[in-house]
């Protein structure tokens, strides 16, 4: 039991001092300076199994988010919205622009526009190649080809979501990989060294000692004997050797079992780096619930930053649209991620009885309730208890009827409408 609480002790200082020392190493940034390596070096970061999962875990949570688009009160430019800048195709911008800046700090889009029913439209947004983007001292965006550096200044035709800046401040963004890059190279260097030690040892080799004096060329002549003889042994077979002192084999031992104590260290450390904790993204073994509470609270608050921030560039987006079309005095809609900081359903059902006035829009695009075409498409609860008084009325009048003749219920029309609302119903 004391070799347990040991092994426990010495992982937990290993975290925490394999913590410290990644604090140390330089910025992905100052490697990829000094080996030439491009952004695209976090492509490559994603082909690891936990990082990709983290990250993908990340882009995801923000993008389920409910997404609303509330009207402006320009009749225009509210129908405008509802066929051009729906929710489907926002949610489409929102997880290129979210994906290019948690992936590499920056992405700028190129917007193509289709004019449609008299309106300018975003057909799509086009990707070009990251590593061609370059910001002046001045944090103006250029893109060089072949042909060169040009200055991508034009209006209404670049949009760019930065993750941890501005244009005015690290207008280049900060890739949310960044952090996770050593413990990234650490576990890939660690896989390798497995690879290697496993390859060499993973079936056991057979060290035959002996005893020798005389001439070195005949010491030499020995060993090489009894080393054809050994290696000739396979399995189930038997044999004698003379004047051997030992027999001994070397195999998989000592500190290169601990290689799975390094792995999901590195595996801990990653899940910092990308949802700012561990517990509600891993499998823990130790931990109570309160600390598992606090780690899902904080994935939860880096959910909601991510899902602000593209609303910001997503807002920009629709006013370029807005604008172009309508001039630029014209309002825009606010395109808002519910990030589950608004009331809460029984807080809802709690005003309600209260006599606080709610906003009926409000409630169907929040919560997604199917909202009703006209009066007669409205169902309560007070319907809902009359047509069941109707329909349990019904069975007991029919109910006679079956007693004398079953089919005759069966076949008649009256009996089948009762009983297919009694079916819906229940």
């Known amino acids: 039991m004391a070799k347990t609480t040991e092994t426990k002790n010495l992982n937990v200082e290993f975290l925490k001092d394999f913590s410290s020392f990644l604090s140390f190493m330089p910025t992905p940034d100052e490697i990829m300076r000094r080996t030439g390596d491009a952004v695209t070096l976090y492509d490559e970061m994603l082909t690891d199994g936990r990082v990709s999962s983290l990250f993908y875990t990340r882009r995801n949570t923000t993008m389920n988010l409910p997404i609303e688009i509330p009207e402006t009160g320009v009749a225009k430019v509210d129908d405008y919205v509802k066929d051009a800048l729906k929710e489907k195709n926002i ?3 929102a997880w290129l622009l979210l994906t290019g800046a948690l992936k590499y700090g920056y ?22 190649n990251i590593n061609q983007y370059y910001f002046d001292n001045k944090g103006s965006l250029y893109y060089s080809d072949m042909e060169g550096p ?13 993750q941890e800046g501005d244009s005015h401040n690290k207008p280049q963004g900060e890739s949310i990989l960044k952090s996770a890059y050593w413990a990234y190279k650490f576990k ?20 035959a000692i002996f005893e020798q004096s005389g001439n070195p060329e005949a010491v030499q002549q020995r060993a090489e004997q009894l080393a054809d003889s050994i290696s000739s042994i396979s399995s189930g077979s038997t044999g004698a050797l003379g004047n051997i002192k030992d027999v001994k084999t070397l195999d998989m031992s000592g500190s290169l079992k601990d290689f799975e104590t390094l792995i999901s260290t590195c595996d801990v450390q990653i899940a910092y780096a990308l949802t700012g904790q561990s517990l509600a993204t891993n499998n823990p073994t130790t ?4 600390l598992g509470t606090v780690h899902e609270a904080t994935m939860r608050g880096t959910v909601e930053n991510d899902a602000r921030a593209i609303s910001y560039t997503l807002q920009e987006l629709t006013k370029m649209a807005i604008e172009l079309n309508f001039g630029k005095d014209s309002p825009y809609p606010e395109i808002i991620f519910d990030t589950g900081d608004k009331a809460s359903w029984s807080q809802i059902i709690d ?3 209260a006599q606080i006035p ?8 929040r919560y997604r309730l199917p909202e009703p075409k006209d009066k007669d498409d409205v169902f309560v609860m007070a319907d809902f208890a009359n ?30 409408k009762k009983l297919k609302k009694i079916i819906v119903l229940r």
């Open 188 to 207: 890939q260097l660690g896989f390798q060294f497995w690879v290697t030690a496993a390859e060499k040892f993973s079936v056991p080799s057979v060290l």
């Open 358 to 365: 709610v906003s009926k829009t409000k409630l169907y695009s």
């Open 91 to 93: 949610r489409k911008w």
């Open 287 to 290: 931990g109570t619930q309160a």
């Open 107 to 128: 992405h700028p889009f190129e917007i193509i526009w289709k004019k449609e029913k008299g309106y300018w439209n975003i057909s799509y947004l086009k990707g070009h």
């Open 150 to 162: 040009k200055l991508l200044n034009q209006p209404f035709k670049w949009i760019i979501h930065r």
């Open 351 to 353: 005003a309600i009885k």
């Open 387 to 416: 047509l069941a008084s109707q329909s349990e009325k019904a069975m007991g009048s029919s109910g006679k009827n079956s007693k004398k003749n079953k089919e005759d219920f069966s076949d008649s029309d009256i009996g089948k």
